[in-house]
């Protein structure tokens, strides 16, 4: 029995996704972000004026806050979030509605226009400090030096990773939403035959950058028994940050096993293990930190992800599916949204929402932001029935 928590109160009762590409020349950032906002009001059954909760991130470095869209929305009287868009978000807005601060808010972000010198790797990934910028470090070189590490002291080998990779990325090949849609179908072949670009990380393992929006609304469990089902229930979630990201490397003695706390924190709220999970809607920049986080939520024991991952157990008809939709590798990658389109994945899981890359019977499904390399974890466990 999980401890009585007031976010066992809150229900997600619409999420949408807009339409998702590389590029999306004829749309702004402001344009995507709306959009969402609209299709998930529209989604869950609510109006504009429904809405006193607010949270949005519009852009890189957000030119528009959750200012501007509460004005977009009407100008009604509304807390405000101050979290990132994403899990953090989430777990903000549902302590809130607890709390009784409000009682229906919507969550947003969208980008696009952003990654425009193409020839370079994303802007984001290319942090200007001392630290890291003379020597050359980026974003994936820094979750190489965490997977090398793993792999020199557990033998992981580049074709469980590449089973990590190529498994994501055939959940997007089916995925009629996803930017690579038909793409595939993709082998550990494929993945490992694609050109280095931060050894042991091939393209084919590393995310993608594209450009998109997303909406996410959530309100008490008593106001969701009034509008269409069915929707997702809060059961538990936490936070773990131990440092700035991207500003050092990262060390796997220390940041090895980054959301450990978090994963242990948001299973007990819920009353869970990771036996009880249906889906991993895990954070998926590079292959390995998939293997990492199974082991540093205890799916598995410290050194056993790599096996862990193989024999079909991430695939839809597996134990624990992995990142249904396609993820950052396949699905879409545009800035902070990609965040929210984690829980959105979860929640339409549960909702039975996802078409053809649906898992039957979900009941609970774990979504993550976050990674070693980042120095932080988010977790947030989502549930097909309240928590009792």
């Known amino acids: 029995m999980a401890p009585a928590n007031s976010m066992h109160d809150v229900a997600i009762v619409g999420a949408y996704n807009t339409p998702q590409a590389r590029v999306l020349p004829d749309k702004s950032s402001l344009d995507v972000t709306v959009d969402a906002i609209r299709g998930a009001l529209a989604d869950a059954g609510l109006q504009a004026a429904d809405i006193n909760g607010v949270n949005a991130n519009v852009g890189l470095g ?47 972000a969208g980008q696009t226009g952003t990654y425009a010198e193409r ?47 190529a498994t994501i990325r055939n959940h997007g090949h089916t995925n009629p939403e996803a930017v690579y849609h038909g793409r595939g179908p993709f082998t550990r072949d494929d993945i490992l035959n694609s050109r280095m670009i931060a050894d042991p990380y091939h393209l084919l393992d590393c995310a993608m950058t594209s450009e998109g929006g997303a ?22 979630g936490a936070m773990e940050r131990m440092g700035p990201s991207y500003v050092m490397a990262p060390v796997w003695e220390k940041y090895g096993y980054v959301g450990r706390r978090s994963a242990r924190t948001a299973f007990a709220m819920a009353g869970l293990t990771p036996q009880d999970v249906d889906v991993c809607e895990f954070y998926d920049p590079f292959s390995f930190e998939l293997i990492r986080q199974f082991e540093a939520f205890e799916f598995c024991g ?59 019977d979900v009941g609970v499904a774990m979504c993550t932001n976050g990674g070693a390399a980042a120095l932080f974890m988010e977790v947030l466990l989502l549930g097909r029935e309240a928590a009792a």
Not at 333 to 350: E, F, N, R, T, Y
């Open 62 to 108: 957000a030119q528009f806050t959750a200012f501007h869209i509460n004005y977009l929305l009407g100008g009604n009287p509304s807390w405000m979030g101050t979290q990132r868009p994403g899990v953090p978000a989430v777990l903000e807005a549902a302590s809130a509605i607890g709390a009784g601060m409000c009682d229906t808010v919507v969550l947003a």
């Open 119 to 165: 020839a370079k790797t994303a802007p984001w990934t290319r942090p200007a400090n001392e630290f890291v910028e003379c020597w050359g470090l980026y974003t994936a070189a820094e979750f190489a030096l965490i997977a090398r590490r793993h792999m020199y002291e557990y033998g992981t080998t580049p074709e469980q990773l590449a089973e990590v990779a």
């Open 215 to 236: 909406a996410l609304i959530l309100t008490t469990v008593e106001r969701a028994k009034e509008l269409p089902g069915p929707h997702a229930y809060i059961l538990g």
């Open 302 to 360: 410290e050194g056993e992800g790599g096996p862990f991952v193989m024999d079909g157990r991430i695939h839809l008809d597996g134990q624990f599916p992995l990142v249904t939709n396609g993820g950052t590798m396949s699905f879409s990658h545009p800035g902070v949204a990609q965040m929210l389109q984690k829980v959105i994945s979860g929640a339409d899981q549960i909702r039975g929402r996802m078409g053809p890359v649906q898992v039957p």
